[in-house]
């Protein structure tokens, strides 16, 4: 059913369940994948149970931003904002980007940072190309504008922190 659904072809980046990457062959009886780190998977189709398409008709650049609790959220948007804009009239990736990029908010909570959320729909397979650009830039505005990114830092303990006897 996989080739009379025309579900994926060659060059389609594809879920299959245990492999993902991209298609580099189908035949009646299986369907060869090559994942991102470069193994390349023969899936036997008769146990395709599902398929996820990435770049059929089109594709989603999602990219999450983490910022600081105690950040400006306005000016924290208005800076994802212009990054956005600016990578969509890039020379190099205007002819990527479908729709103009959106900026959804505030995703997540976490314990160190608020998560905001762009979508930009691209052309299929161009999703990657344009996250990494979008974060590069955003990265540089926040830089320009000394907006911390949050990061973890390690915490450790000395044996006084764990109820045993002082250090001398």
């Not at 990736?93 to 998560?115: H, Q």
């Amino acid at each position: 059913f996989i080739l009379i659904e025309d579900q994926f072809g060659i060059g389609d980046i594809v879920d299959l369940g245990e492999a993902q990457g991209a298609v580099e062959r189908v035949s009646l009886r299986a369907t060869v994948v090559r994942g991102p780190d470069g193994a390349v998977w023969h899936v036997p189709n008769g146990v395709v149970m599902r398929v996820g398409n990435r770049s059929q008709s089109w594709a989603v650049a999602v990219i999450d931003v983490p910022v600081a609790h105690g950040s400006d959220l306005a000016e924290v948007t208005a800076f994802i904002e212009t990054a956005a804009t600016e990578v969509a009239a890039a020379p190099d990736l205007a002819a990527l980007i479908l729709e103009p990029p959106e900026v959804l908010g505030v995703e997540a909570f976490a314990a160190d940072s608020l998560t905001i959320r762009v979508i930009v729909k691209t052309t299929p397979g161009s999703q990657l190309v344009v996250q990494r650009a979008l974060r590069q830039r955003v990265k540089e505005l926040f830089d320009e504008h000394g907006v911390e990114i949050p990061s973890q830092l390690p915490w450790m303990r000395g044996a006084g922190d764990l109820g045993g006897a002082p250090s001398a």
